[in-house]
C-alpha cells in the first residue's frame, strides 16, 4: 500500500480521510497523523497551514494547531537527533526544520518574564523603536514576554503580533525592521563587526507584512542580508523593501527608494530567481514551486495601501535616515492625494492587485517546466533525498533551461538540457523534465547544433557542481537506512 508521505505528495490526503482514534495520539484525537524518519522531510498534504499554524512540543512528537483549531500530530519529529526534519506541503510552502524547532521552542521552556527581565546575560542585538498594541515575544531559552518600547531583542526570538499591533525593530548595525499585524518574525541571526562594518543578519517572516531599511550588513556583501518566508527567500543589498506573505496570497514585495539611490533585492525560489533594482518595482510568488514573477511597476498609492502599517514603522522610527524621509513621502503623498479625491486608476488598488490578470507579470520561465520541478522535488524528497539538495539540484536544472532558451533552443531541446543537469547531481530524474514528446528517440535523430544546447548548458552550469558538492557532503554525513 502506498505510504501516507507518498500520498501526500500526489495530493490524494486530506485530514478527514486520516482521522484516527484517541488512543493512536496518547488520548487526544488529531485530524491528522504523520510519521517522521531519519534523514527525511516531512511531506505534508495539500490544505495544511505551516505558516499559520501553532507549533506545539509534545514529548517527542510536534503538533501543529490550525487556525481552525484541527491538529496534525507528526510523531517522533523531536527524536531525530540534533537536527529537525524540514516540513514540506505539498501545494507549496516550505518550513525548515532549524526554523520549526524555533516556533516550537526548547524542550523546558522558562517561566513567563518581562522582556526587559529575560535576557538579561545575553548581548542584545537591537530594541524595540516603535510598537502599538500588544507584541508578543518568546526568547530563545523559552522564556515569554511582551514588548515595550526601549526592550532589547536577542537573536533567537520569536515575534508574534495579533490583530491591530504592530512593531518596529532598530538593529546594532543601522538596520530597521517593521512587523505588521497577524504577523510572526523569527529572529535568526545578528553578527555584526563595527570595526568593519561587515556582518550577517537574517530574519524568517513566517507570516504577515513587514519592511526592511538597510543598514551596513545589508551593504556589505549581495548576501550577507536575507530574510526567509514559507515560499521563497529574499536577498537585500543596500535598499529598502516592504511586502507581505499569507498562505492564500502567497509572498509580494516592493522596492523602495532611499533618496537619490536605489539598490536591489532577489526573489529565489526552487524554481529560479527575478532580482529587482526598479524604484517602485514589484514582484509576486505564489508558492514555493512557482518561479517569481517579473518585475511589475506600482504607484505609490498600491504601496500605501498595501504596506502602510509597516511604512507607518519606518516613519515614526526616531533613527534619522533617507529611508525613513521616503516612508514620510509616499505616506504624504497619498495622504494628500485621497484628500483632493483626484480618483486616478494608478493610485487605487493595492500591489497584490497589480499581479491579477497581468500577463507581463509572467516570468519568462515556462511554466511546463515549474511544473516538472516541482513534480521532481517532491519525488525526490519522498524518496529520502534532503530538501536542500533538491532545491539546488532545481536551481541547476532552471538555469540549464533558460540558458539553452537564451541561446536560442526549442523547449523540448532545453528541457532535455534541464533534465540533463538534474539527472547529473544524481537527485532529481531526468524523466520528469521530458515534454509530451519522446526525447529519447529524439536525441538520436536530432541534428549537431541542437544537441549543442545540453553540453553548453552543462558547462556553464556551476550550479550543478556545486550541487553534487553539496550532495555528496550530506550523503557521506547521512546515517545509514535501516531496514524496514
Known amino acids: 500500500m502506498e505510504s501516507v508521505i507518498k500520498q501526500a505528495v500526489a495530493g490524494?490526503?486530506?485530514?478527514?480521510?486520516?482521522?484516527?482514534?484517541?488512543?493512536?495520539?496518547?488520548?487526544?484525537?488529531?485530524?491528522?497523523?504523520?510519521?517522521?524518519?531519519?534523514?527525511?522531510?516531512?511531506?505534508?498534504?495539500?490544505?495544511?497551514?505551516?505558516?499559520?499554524?501553532?507549533?506545539?512540543?509534545?514529548?517527542?512528537?510536534?503538533?501543529?494547531?490550525?487556525?481552525?483549531?484541527?491538529?496534525?500530530?507528526?510523531?517522533?519529529?523531536?527524536?531525530?537527533?540534533?537536527?529537525?526534519?524540514?516540513?514540506?506541503?505539498?501545494?507549496?510552502?516550505?518550513?525548515?526544520?532549524?526554523?520549526?524547532?524555533?516556533?516550537?521552542?526548547?524542550?523546558?521552556?522558562?517561566?513567563?518574564?518581562?522582556?526587559?527581565?529575560?535576557?538579561?546575560?545575553?548581548?542584545?542585538?537591537g530594541r524595540v523603536d516603535t510598537q502599538a498594541g500588544d507584541v508578543n515575544v518568546v526568547h530563545a531559552d523559552g522564556t515569554k514576554g511582551v514588548l515595550h518600547k526601549g526592550d532589547a531583542i536577542y537573536q533567537g526570538d520569536v515575534l508574534q503580533t495579533p490583530k491591530g499591533a504592530s512593531v518596529g525593530l532598530v538593529f546594532m548595525d543601522g538596520t530597521t525592521l517593521g512587523l505588521g499585524a497577524n504577523g510572526r518574525l523569527v529572529l535568526d541571526q545578528m553578527v555584526y563587526d563595527p570595526s568593519t562594518h561587515t556582518g550577517k543578519s537574517a530574519f524568517s517572516l513566517v507570516q504577515g507584512s513587514f519592511s526592511f531599511v538597510s543598514g551596513q550588513i545589508a551593504k556589505s556583501a549581495p548576501d550577507a542580508a536575507t530574510i526567509?518566508?514559507?515560499?521563497?527567500?529574499?536577498?537585500?543589498?543596500?535598499?529598502?523593501?516592504?511586502?507581505?506573505?499569507?498562505?492564500?496570497?502567497?509572498?509580494?514585495?516592493?522596492?523602495?527608494?532611499?533618496?537619490?539611490?536605489?539598490?536591489?533585492?532577489?526573489?529565489?525560489?526552487?524554481?529560479?530567481?527575478?532580482?529587482?533594482?526598479?524604484?517602485?518595482?514589484?514582484?509576486?510568488?505564489?508558492?514555493?514551486?512557482?518561479?517569481?514573477?517579473n518585475v511589475v511597476l506600482v504607484s505609490q498609492g498600491q504601496i500605501a495601501n498595501s504596506f502602510r502599517e509597516v511604512l507607518n514603522a519606518v516613519s515614526n522610527t526616531n533613527v534619522p535616515s533617507e529611508a525613513k524621509a521616503a516612508a514620510d513621502q509616499i505616506l504624504m503623498q497619498v495622504f494628500q492625494q485621497s484628500t483632493q479625491d483626484q480618483g486616478t486608476n494608478g493610485q487605487h488598488g493595492t500591489v497584490e492587485d497589480a499581479f491579477k490578470g497581468n500577463t507581463g507579470a509572467q516570468t519568462n520561465v515556462d511554466a511546463k517546466f515549474a511544473e516538472a520541478a516541482q513534480k521532481a522535488i517532491l519525488e525526490a524528497v519522498a524518496d529520502g533525498k534532503p530538501v536542500e539538495a533538491?532545491?539546488?539540484?532545481?536551481?541547476?536544472?532552471?538555469?540549464?533551461?533558460?540558458?539553452?532558451?537564451?541561446?536560442?533552443?526549442?523547449?523540448?531541446?532545453?528541457?532535455?538540457?534541464?533534465?540533463?543537469?538534474?539527472?547529473?547531481?544524481?537527485?532529481?530524474?531526468?524523466?520528469?523534465f521530458k515534454s509530451s514528446h519522446d526525447l529519447k528517440s529524439e536525441i538520436n535523430k536530432t541534428d549537431s547544433k541542437e544537441s549543442e544546447y545540453v553540453e553548453q548548458a552543462k558547462d556553464n552550469v556551476w550550479l550543478r557542481d556545486e550541487t553534487i558538492k553539496v550532495v555528496e557532503n550530506i550523503i557521506s554525513t547521512e546515517p545509514p537506512e535501516t531496514e524496514p
Not at 21 to 31: L, P
Open 390 to 432: 533538491a532545491l539546488l539540484a532545481a536551481m541547476a536544472a532552471s538555469q540549464a533551461f533558460k540558458e539553452a532558451k537564451d541561446q536560442g533552443a526549442t523547449h523540448e531541446k532545453a528541457m532535455e538540457a534541464a533534465g540533463k543537469i538534474a539527472g547529473d547531481t544524481g537527485i532529481l530524474q531526468t524523466d520528469d
Open 12 to 125: 490524494m490526503v486530506n485530514a478527514t480521510q486520516l482521522q484516527r482514534n484517541a488512543q493512536q495520539a496518547g488520548g487526544e484525537s488529531h485530524g491528522l497523523i504523520l510519521d517522521a524518519q531519519p534523514g527525511k522531510a516531512v511531506l505534508v498534504p495539500q490544505g495544511v497551514d505551516l505558516s499559520g499554524a501553532d507549533y506545539v512540543r509534545q514529548g517527542p512528537d510536534l503538533v501543529l494547531v490550525q487556525p481552525d483549531g484541527t491538529t496534525i500530530l507528526i510523531r517522533d519529529y523531536f527524536a531525530q537527533g540534533d537536527e529537525a526534519p524540514d516540513l514540506l506541503a505539498a501545494d507549496g510552502s516550505y518550513i525548515p526544520g532549524d526554523l520549526a524547532l524555533k516556533l516550537a521552542g526548547p524542550l523546558a521552556p522558562g517561566e513567563f518574564a518581562q522582556a526587559g527581565n529575560a535576557k538579561a546575560a545575553a548581548q542584545a542585538i
Open 228 to 293: 526567509r518566508t514559507p515560499v521563497a527567500t529574499i536577498g537585500i543589498r543596500g535598499t529598502m523593501v516592504a511586502g507581505s506573505f499569507t498562505p492564500d496570497g502567497g509572498l509580494t514585495t516592493a522596492l523602495l527608494p532611499e533618496g537619490q539611490s536605489t539598490g536591489e533585492f532577489s526573489i529565489t525560489t526552487s524554481a529560479g530567481t527575478t532580482t529587482n533594482n526598479q524604484s517602485f518595482g514589484a514582484v509576486h510568488v505564489s508558492n514555493f514551486f512557482s518561479v517569481p514573477s
